[in-house]
């Protein structure tokens, strides 16, 4: 559904029944909350005895969850299933070097602990699907959704509509960034309203980029990941008007900012059950590309080495990442056409994907496998016989060939 201009709704009352009392040490520590009227002793006391749950403890999960963890919340439950990676310190504040190679969750446990020791922090190294998201939301007040893919984010909206839990909601692309409440049985006179109702479905895969093709910046992530962080703050304690029923536009290049107003869909059926098994990963191929023949990163190597020891052939090999991605690394020798690109330059029988044919078989590869099937579908739409996409993309090819090869 289409937003639009308007004022959404107003405050709502505290979510979260408060504690009876702070201690000393409590009082110490949150003194700036408590001479602010909007949050005070009842506020402190509220936020002391909530349960929050984020997804993710990446790169709005870990502002969100040194936010959280310093504003006294009482209990924060994180899962994540991946490690710490050289190429997510620049936006994931909360990990350091030596977590390098380290679940992301026990690197953001530990670091809870030292910056609020009083609160209490569950961490779970796990994937995030179907069949454990309904025990997982079980006894939180609220969710914190700062996962990076399409299909856990549906999965959390849908979870939390059946079981009525306010969703805090952002997303990041390169410089810009989207950030909403969603809460499918509000208190009244609030309008329930849900993902679903702004984008009634997700994308089709592979057709938009996620960070690590993409990229973004690094303050982008401190930026929303503070603001998500901030509406859990107002959801808990009562305080201020949350963005339920609105949906913040932001463009950090631009400094620009919008508001609009998000509307229930009326025509929407609501969602009452979850799908059996897990959640699919949102990078599966699209309709087009299952049928693409694929080659694995070790079956091209030995293709390579071979070829001109047995009179074969060598495949040709095609890159349709984007600029950036290829300036980090890139399968040499390969031919550079992005993926935008290559229904234009398959059309020419003369220009480098003809050319590239001629000299072999092409096996197309980009960074996990997605774009590259599309784009083999595509090729092979237009008349190239034998393309093959590279199986895992050069994820595969750095894994299982050549770990000189820098990750991204």
């Keep these: 559904m289409t937003p639009v201009a308007g004022d959404g709704t107003g405050a709502l009352p505290p979510l979260v029944s408060p504690v009876p009392s702070l201690t000393a040490e409590e009082r110490a520590r949150y003194s700036r909350h408590l001479l602010l009227e909007a949050v005070g002793d009842e506020g402190q006391r509220r936020l002391r005895a909530a349960s929050v749950f984020v997804v993710g403890a990446g790169g709005l999960g870990a502002p969100v969850l040194m936010y959280l963890a310093a504003a006294g919340v009482g209990r924060i439950t994180v899962i994540d299933d991946d490690e710490v990676d050289q190429g997510n310190l620049h936006r994931q504040v909360i990990h350091s070097v030596p977590a390098i190679g380290r679940p992301k969750v026990e690197s953001a446990r530990e670091r809870l602990a030292e910056l609020a020791p009083g609160v209490r922090v569950e961490a779970v190294h796990a994937r995030l699907d179907a069949l454990n998201i309904d025990a997982l939301l079980e006894g939180h007040h609220l969710v914190v959704d700062g996962s990076d893919n399409f299909s856990t984010r549906y999965l959390v909206s849908d979870a939390c509509e059946i079981a009525g839990i306010p969703v805090v909601w952002g997303t990041i692309d390169r410089f810009r960034a989207q950030l909403a409440v969603f809460w499918s049985r509000p208190p009244t006179p609030a309008d329930p309203v849900t993902l679903r109702d702004l984008y009634p479905a997700p994308p089709p895969p592979g057709s938009v980029p996620s960070c690590a093709e993409a990229g973004v910046v690094g303050a982008l992530c401190g930026t929303v990941g503070s603001m998500m962080a901030m509406e859990a703050v107002k959801l808990i304690t009562g305080s201020g008007r949350p963005l339920l029923g609105r949906l913040v536009l932001m463009d950090l290049l631009e400094?620009?900012?919008?508001?609009?107003?998000?509307?229930?869909?009326?025509?929407?059926?609501?969602?009452?059950?979850?799908?059996?098994?897990?959640?699919?990963?949102?990078?599966?191929?699209?309709?087009?590309?299952?049928?693409?023949?694929?080659?694995?990163?070790?079956?091209?190597?030995?293709?390579?080495?071979?070829?001109?020891?047995?009179?074969?052939?060598?495949?040709?090999?095609?890159?349709?990442?984007?600029?950036?991605?290829?300036?980090?690394?890139?399968?040499?020798?390969?031919?550079?056409?992005?993926?935008?690109?290559?229904?234009?330059?398959?059309?020419?029988?003369?220009?480098?994907?003809?050319?590239?044919?001629?000299?072999?078989?092409?096996?197309?590869?980009?960074?996990?496998?997605?774009?590259?099937?599309?784009?083999?579908?595509?090729?092979?739409?237009?008349?190239?016989?034998?393309?093959?996409?590279?199986?895992?993309?050069?994820?595969?090819?750095?894994?299982?060939?050549?770990?000189?090869?820098?990750?991204?």
């Design 255 to 408: 400094t620009t900012h919008r508001t609009v107003t998000i509307r229930p869909d009326p025509s929407r059926t609501p969602v009452t059950c979850l799908p059996d098994g897990g959640v699919e990963s949102c990078e599966v191929r699209s309709p087009d590309a299952q049928d693409v023949p694929t080659v694995s990163a070790t079956a091209l190597a030995a293709e390579l080495a071979g070829a001109g020891s047995s009179g074969a052939v060598a495949p040709v090999l095609v890159d349709v990442r984007g600029a950036g991605e290829r300036s980090i690394a890139a399968i040499d020798p390969s031919v550079w056409v992005p993926l935008d690109t290559v229904a234009e330059v398959a059309s020419d029988p003369t220009g480098a994907l003809g050319r590239a044919a001629a000299r072999g078989p092409l096996v197309v590869y980009c960074k996990s496998g997605v774009r590259s099937a599309r784009a083999a579908a595509t090729l092979t739409g237009a008349g190239f016989a034998g393309v093959r996409s590279l199986e895992g993309g050069i994820e595969a090819w750095t894994r299982d060939v050549d770990p000189s090869l820098p990750g991204y």
